[in-house]
């Protein structure tokens, strides 16, 4: 099972920042945050990722709390685009790599 | 375009049958992925191989083999085909150099009629 909740659905306007929130209340010392996306039935896209700190790329910024039981996601300048659902993910990172557990993620709805 | 690619995009056959699906990763990623979508079951991990070798199992039938080759493309064998295996077959692929972060393929609908 995951070991995230997020939210089923969330609305934005095109333009708006988009905050997508995550709670992973179990997660361990070594286990990271990931955020991937899927737009429509396209291939799942890597976002971002963190472990206490927060990140920041071209894609997104990620803010984790301070005791790391949650996480959100933000999409800075939403637009159309951005419609896809999102997994929030928690794992830890190794060489060789850890399959990816998605749960149901979060749909996201950009509209004009 | 993540550089995973897949073949063939879409797949339709009958019950009974098998199918391969194939995977060629990102250049130089030793680890490869497959994932399934179906519509009631979500996105759910089969199987991992990184440099040839089976490295962590999901939810993969008994009826489902992979394998990774040399060249580190990899194949999915779907056998005795149901119509419940009508799905979106994903495969994604990391390297160590560039960190775990994984790449997916366009994917392979299969449909089993």
């Known amino acids: 099972d995951a070991k995230t909740t997020q939210p089923p659905s969330m609305d934005c306007a095109e333009g708006r920042a988009a905050n997508l929130p995550c709670n992973h209340s179990t997660i361990s010392g070594n286990e990271y945050v990931y955020w991937y996306r899927q737009i429509h039935s396209q291939g799942p896209q890597y976002i971002i990722h963190g472990l206490k700190n927060n990140e920041t790329n071209e894609m997104a910024s990620l803010i984790i709390t301070e005791d790391r039981k949650s996480s959100t996601l933000i999409l800075p300048h939403a637009t159309l685009r951005d419609t896809a659902v999102y997994y929030c993910i928690v794992r830890p990172r190794n060489q060789a790599g850890t399959a990816l557990i998605f749960g149901k993620g979060t749909t996201l709805s950009v509209s004009s | ?113």
């Open chain 2, 1 to 113: 375009d993540s550089g995973v690619t897949q073949t063939p995009k879409h797949l339709i056959t009958a019950t009974g049958q098998r199918v391969t699906l194939r995977c060629s990763p990102r250049s130089g990623d030793l680890s490869v992925y497959w994932y399934q979508q179906s519509l009631d079951q979500g996105l759910q991990f089969l199987i991992q191989y990184y440099n040839g070798e089976e490295r962590a199992k999901g939810n993969i039938l008994e009826r489902f083999s992979a394998q990774q080759f040399p060249d580190l493309h990899s194949e999915l064998n779907l056998s005795s085909l149901e119509l419940g295996d009508s799905a979106l077959y994903f495969c994604a692929s990391s390297g160590a150099l560039r960190g775990d972060e994984q790449f997916f393929g366009p994917g392979t609908r299969l449909t089993v009629l």
